[in-house]
């Protein structure tokens, strides 16, 4: 059984760093300001075969990819999951950085990854934008991170995949979003972005506007005042809803403790 510290580097590596693509994507000003960036970025940890990932700068727009890169422009080398951990959750963990002196791309990718601290619970943006553009971030970091938990093996999750058959969890919020959402098949996992449309979910978590989903996300209110105050309707089982709410839970249990 893999043990949580490799779960949550997973996570960070699989769920976490691919949010970069979005904030170069999603803002006009980040677009321009990364546009004729080419460079390799790696992130790995020293001695393990798959925590590793890769930001392949093509114009500015990261492509994201898992596999080692023989020769990268610059490599931030942790020596542990438990080092890459703290240092994407904003702690104190300073990795091995390979290319240290290739200032003019470490000038660039810092700033990126200081941006994902958006995702935080002490980030509170006031721009509206902003506060639209933190919620679509947790919704496609639980969706993925869910699914990566998964896929690493956390033996009290994949149990409760594999007792489930081809369904959907969404995460809403209204009135016009963001949207993620999570397909469970008989112990597979696939996150996704956007509203899913093929057939109605099993569980949809459907949060009254922004402000109420930063509440919820953040655990600025629990569940139990969430759904009392309206902020947040669970619609499908609530059984599994609870479920699911634990080990949302859980991950961020994970981050807090790292």
């Given at each position: 059984?893999?043990?949580?510290?490799?779960?949550?580097?997973?996570?960070?590596?699989?769920?976490?760093?691919?949010l970069a693509k979005?904030?170069?994507?999603?803002?006009?000003?980040?677009?321009?300001?990364?546009?004729?960036?080419?460079?390799?970025?790696?992130?790995?940890?020293?001695?393990?075969?798959?925590?590793?990932?890769?930001?392949?700068?093509?114009?500015?727009?990261?492509?994201?990819?898992?596999?080692?890169?023989?020769?990268?422009?610059?490599?931030?080398?942790?020596?542990?999951?438990?080092?890459?951990n703290k240092f994407?959750?904003?702690?104190?963990?300073?990795?091995?950085?390979?290319?240290?002196?290739?200032?003019?791309?470490?000038?660039?990718?810092?700033?990126?990854?200081?941006?994902?601290?958006?995702?935080?619970?002490?980030?509170?943006?006031?721009?509206?934008?902003?506060?639209?553009?933190?919620?679509?971030?947790?919704?496609?970091?639980?969706?993925?991170?869910?699914?990566?938990?998964?896929?690493?093996?956390?033996?009290?999750?994949?149990?409760?995949?594999?007792?489930?058959?081809?369904?959907?969890?969404?995460?809403?919020?209204?009135?016009?979003?963001?949207?993620?959402?999570?397909?469970?098949?008989?112990?597979?996992?696939?996150?996704?972005?956007?509203?899913?449309?093929?057939?109605?979910?099993?569980?949809?978590?459907?949060?009254?506007?922004?402000?109420?989903?930063?509440?919820?996300?953040?655990?600025?209110?629990?569940?139990?005042?969430?759904?009392?105050?309206?902020?947040?309707?669970?619609?499908?089982?609530?059984?599994?809803?609870?479920?699911?709410?634990?080990?949302?839970?859980?991950?961020?249990?994970?981050?807090?403790?790292?």
């Amino acid at each position: 059984m893999p043990d949580d510290k490799y779960v949550l580097a997973r996570i960070m590596l699989r769920a976490a760093i691919p949010l970069a693509k979005v904030l170069v994507e999603d803002d006009p000003k980040m677009r321009e300001k990364y546009r004729g960036f080419n460079s390799v970025v790696q992130f790995e940890v020293k001695g393990s075969e798959d925590l590793v990932a890769v930001m392949n700068f093509v114009d500015g727009i990261p492509e994201l990819g898992f596999e080692r890169h023989e020769n990268p422009d610059v490599n931030f080398v942790f020596k542990n999951a438990g080092q890459l951990n703290k240092f994407f959750a904003g702690k104190i963990a300073m990795p091995k950085i390979k290319g240290m002196l290739k200032l003019g791309i470490l000038l660039k990718v810092v700033p990126l990854l200081l941006g994902l601290t958006l995702l935080l619970p002490s980030k509170k943006p006031k721009d509206p934008a902003k506060r639209k553009l933190k919620v679509k971030l947790l919704f496609y970091m639980l969706s993925s991170a869910l699914s990566q938990m998964n896929k690493a093996g956390d033996e009290e999750f994949k149990s409760f995949t594999e007792k489930m058959p081809d369904r959907i969890i969404q995460w809403t919020c209204l009135p016009d979003g963001p949207y993620a959402y999570l397909r469970i098949k008989r112990g597979k996992t696939k996150a996704g972005r956007g509203l899913y449309t093929r057939r109605k979910p099993f569980i949809d978590m459907q949060f009254r506007d922004v402000d109420s989903a930063i509440k919820v996300l953040t655990n600025e209110v629990d569940l139990i005042i969430a759904v009392k105050e309206g902020y947040l309707t669970q619609i499908g089982s609530p059984e599994y809803g609870a479920k699911l709410g634990s080990y949302m839970l859980k991950i961020d249990q994970w981050i807090r403790e790292s």
